[in-house]
């Protein structure tokens, strides 16, 4: 992973933990649940950008180097189930 990408993947996890921390106390606090299931649907859309900017790498470094190194129908199988598996 590039530099420049990976601080942003840092960053963004960074952020994430400020979330799941805040939802902590919303917790021990007695929040409204309604505000609670927002901040857990914000968290979750957040996780899965930072999978998407993963995913996106993987596949522009790392299966531009298996075709190259001609190994795609190795990569193509390992790509769609890590796809499948980050659906789930």
Do not use: P, S, W
Not at 7 to 19: A, S, Y
Not at 29 to 54: E, T
């Amino acid at each position: 992973m590039a530099e420049c990408e990976k601080e942003d993947v840092i960053q963004r996890l960074k952020k994430i933990e400020g979330q799941v921390k805040g939802i902590q106390r919303m917790i021990e606090d007695n929040k409204y649940c309604v505000d609670i299931l927002i901040q857990i649907a914000a968290v979750r859309a957040a996780i899965n950008k930072v999978g998407i900017k993963v995913l996106e790498n993987h596949t522009r470094e790392c299966l531009k180097t298996a075709f190259q190194n001609k190994r795609e129908e190795e990569m193509i199988e390992e790509l769609i189930d890590v796809v499948v598996k980050f659906t789930k």
